[in-house]
């Protein structure tokens, strides 16, 4: 099993770390955007998004024909701009904004060939729901993952409490959410991770272990977490504002992100572990959510105080299941 000292930073198995390891450099994200919609959005379990998401993004699909040609465009465009930035050599595609496996299986091929066979992209990054991952759409997304191509089938689970995806206006549950990973885990050339956010009314520090504990237990290969944050504009900033509810401080919170990693199997690879608002001036709250920064190293410092990485609980209990087992003979 990985031990911490294996770590650069000694406390958790960073994503960046997992893919030097296995490309044997540095790997950036490359965010494209393939104009997709959401079943929230489109009619199919709600008309009005996720209560969380903002607007941004398209919500309509590219053209036939063009989508291929506008991904590999977004690419090209994007690669010059972080190579330079962060002398990068490899990269990966990232569909990010909205649910990028919901569209005709046509659709989504042209959209991924786009972004895929281009020199020093290694894969790409899905993010998506799981509830929007049909069995053909599964088995074309294994299939970019042949000749070492990296592909990051990213889930958003969001919560392990079904009152929680209730006020998330979700649309899906927690049982169905787990359906979803354990259905992408049957294929051998996706690297599954899934999302967790904390912070919604009635969410403790025991959903937090729960939710680490789930992931470890499924056998996922990465993990984000983060703050549930507030934006204006959406759903969750009007009844915020209507009815407030105490959003979780910055201390408060990594409270919880470091019992989530100390419940967090070691090979798992941790891709984030808070949110950042890319536009500050939008943020409802809380405010610590526009610090680039001081979120993470306050985490560090915490965690190196109580001598915790991840893992650390799992540890802890093997060992004590060893000591009150019966003597072998």
């Known amino acids: 099993?990985?031990?911490?000292?294996?770590?650069?930073?000694?406390?958790?198995?960073?994503?960046?770390?997992?893919?030097?390891?296995?490309?044997?450099?540095?790997?950036?994200?490359?965010?494209?955007?393939?104009?997709?919609?959401?079943?929230?959005?489109?009619?199919?379990?709600?008309?009005?998004?996720?209560?969380?998401?903002?607007?941004?993004?398209?919500?309509?699909?590219?053209?036939?024909?063009?989508?291929?040609?506008?991904?590999?465009?977004?690419?090209?465009?994007?690669?010059?701009?972080?190579?330079?930035?962060?002398?990068a050599g490899k990269f990966l595609a990232y569909f990010q904004s909205f649910t990028n496996t919901y569209g005709p299986l046509n659709y989504l091929r042209?959209?991924?060939?786009?972004?895929?066979?281009?020199?020093?992209?290694?894969?790409?990054?899905?993010?998506?729901?799981?509830?929007?991952?049909?069995g053909e759409v599964l088995a074309l997304l294994n299939s970019y993952g042949h000749g070492g191509r990296y592909v990051s089938l990213e889930l958003g689970l969001q919560s392990m409490r079904d009152e929680a995806l209730r006020f998330y206006e979700r649309g899906h549950t927690v049982a169905e959410g787990l359906d979803g990973v354990e259905r992408a885990l049957r294929f051998p050339n996706l690297s599954v991770a899934v999302h967790f956010m904390f912070g919604a009314p009635g969410d403790t520090i025991a959903d937090a272990i729960l939710a680490a504990r789930t992931a470890s237990r499924l056998g996922v290969h990465g993990v984000k977490i983060h703050q549930l944050m507030i934006l204006k504009d959406t759903a969750l900033a009007r009844r915020y504002a209507h009815e407030p509810w105490p959003l979780l401080e910055l201390d408060e919170y990594n409270r919880w992100a470091m019992a989530f990693l100390e419940n967090l199997d070691p090979r798992i690879h941790v891709e984030r572990t808070h949110g950042m608002s890319s536009h500050p001036d939008e943020l409802v709250g809380p405010a610590w959510s526009a610090?680039?920064?001081?979120?993470?190293?306050?985490?560090?410092?915490?965690?190196?105080?109580?001598?915790?990485?991840?893992?650390?609980?799992?540890?802890?209990?093997?060992?004590?299941?060893?000591?009150?087992?019966?003597a072998l003979i």
């Open 1 to 87: 099993m990985t031990t911490s000292a294996a770590w650069r930073n000694g406390l958790w198995h960073a994503y960046s770390d997992h893919l030097a390891e296995r490309f044997g450099e540095k790997v950036y994200k490359v965010t494209v955007s393939a104009g997709f919609t959401c079943p929230t959005r489109d009619g199919t379990r709600g008309t009005n998004g996720c209560s969380f998401c903002d607007e941004r993004g398209s919500s309509s699909f590219f053209s036939a024909g063009s989508a291929s040609r506008s991904i590999e465009a977004q690419v090209r465009e994007g690669i010059p701009k972080i190579a330079e930035r962060f002398s």
């Open 110 to 134: 042209e959209v991924y060939d786009g972004a895929i066979n281009i020199p020093n992209v290694v894969g790409m990054a899905i993010g998506t729901r799981p509830d929007c991952i049909p």
């Open 291 to 326: 610090q680039r920064f001081v979120p993470m190293d306050s985490l560090k410092k915490m965690m190196r105080e109580n001598s915790s990485h991840q893992g650390k609980a799992l540890v802890q209990s093997s060992c004590q299941t060893l000591l009150h087992s019966p």
